[in-house]
């Protein structure tokens, strides 16, 4: 191919792979759409299926953006605590929403489809450096876009499986999840890419590039930089005893990348570290890797495949293809031992863990050309059959879980009345009480500080959990409520259907607490002294 006609064909290979993408963002938009379309007359779709609580957790950050603040802080715990320039992505996002004048939930879902079809091109090219056949990296494009593992199985006999329930581990969940997610694998494999091409030419540009895309991985997840520097550092040391060449340049690029890459991690850190709350809630944030046949069974023939294509490459490639490939290969066992290394995120860690495993699968999947036409066609269908299926089941489920009109799918048009005047009348920094499932809300939708809201946001969620439920419950007395609020600054307390199911005490009996706002059956009680 002659050099003019590179632009050429990166601009047909976009083309092909771009209606792809647009078939997964609609495939995860799908269950999104339903639950806007079935929505009841008497409740409001929240826009968050999967995992809400968490979905509420990135929307309570927007809307402290949203009021200005640059400084991230728990807004799921009462204790008063400094700010900190974390989670800089959704502040950002939700400030933008401001000044744009569109809900946060539409900002939020916007930015989700963003990040995927950022996601999807970005692969799409970071295939093409490993995969120089159209073929190959065809056929890698299509299982990054769709491939799953064997969770659609597993789920029959009601046996957990990553690829089920862990969004990181897998492109299509992540994209069907968060704005974030699909955004951290694709700087991820922007710094890999812009480290391969510094190593083999040598070039600073490359480097300060790699450096870059580290900087904003770590700025949506700080947690990943251990990951990216271990894998960068373990291949260009790997790299240089495998070629034997002068290795000072290349610790001196790959000092830049990991420098930049550090850079906002370290400053994370810190932050957490010096402050006592932020310290308390990083204690307490554990995401402990499930067994490993979980993962097994959430990569499945996607792993197999990988394992195969893996030997393969490395029997069959030479020179600077073979070197190429021994990144994947790094990025594959290092990703491994992390995720049962002693460490708070260890499950997290699977982010991005797909991408080098669909490269080496599509180099196993292309040795079925050697095989007669029928054979051929027949294993092709069984990979498909094999690899396809969970993603589509993720996306029946959400369809499912929204025709049944449920909290958190759902929330009652009093419930949101209440907590837009909250909004409006109340300050960022007021401490609202209310039950763990409007407590996970009203940060979402009214900007407030609430007393119990998270299981890992809020300091001490066990025990505040059961203090609130002692305080509705009636397992307090009077005197002892008014003390309680008095104790923990609370200044409002919510008062709606899921209150009054914990017992069914009322707040109005309670001294120094009064009626602020009311639509239908919700109430929001002001404490006055």
Known sequence: MEKRDVPEAVIDGLLWALPWAFIVLLLASLPYLAGLLLAPRDAVFTGLIINPADGNSYLAKMAEGASGAWLFHLPFTSEPHNGAFLFPFYLALGRLCSLVGIPLIAGYHAARLFGGLVLLLVGYQFLGFFLPGRRQKRIAYLLLCFASGQGWIFMLA?????????PESNAFYSILVNPHFPLAVAAEMGSFLFLARFLESGRTRFALASGSC???????????????????????????WYRARDIWADLRGLAVVLVMTVASAGYAV?????????????????????????FVSGYGALGLLGF???????????????????????????????LYAPLSLQRRLSEGLQVPLVILAAIGLSRLSGFPRLPRRLLGAVAVVMLVPTNLALVVMATGTVAEHQYPEYIGRDELAAMEWLHDNTRPADVVLASSE???TIPARAGNTVYYGHLMETIDSESKLEQVEAFYGGGMTAGEAAQFLDRTGVRYVFWSEYERELGGRHPDSIAGVSPAFTSGDVTVFRVTK
């Open 158 to 166: 009601v046996i957990p499986s990553t690829d089920l329930w862990l």
């Open 214 to 240: 580290g900087l904003v991985l770590t700025l949506l997840q700080p947690f990943m930089a251990l990951s990216l520097c271990l894998i960068a550092g373990i291949y260009t040391i790997i790299r240089w």
């Open 270 to 294: 810190v932050a957490t570290s010096a402050d006592p709350v932020l310290s308390a809630w990083m204690a307490q944030n554990l995401t402990p890797s499930p067994g490993v046949l979980e």
């Open 308 to 338: 195969w294509g893996g030997v393969v490459a490395m029997r069959s490639r030479q020179g600077i293809e073979r070197e190429r490939i021994l990144l994947l290969i790094v990025w594959v066992v290092v990703t491994a031992v992390l």
């Open 438 to 440: 409007m407590g996970n």
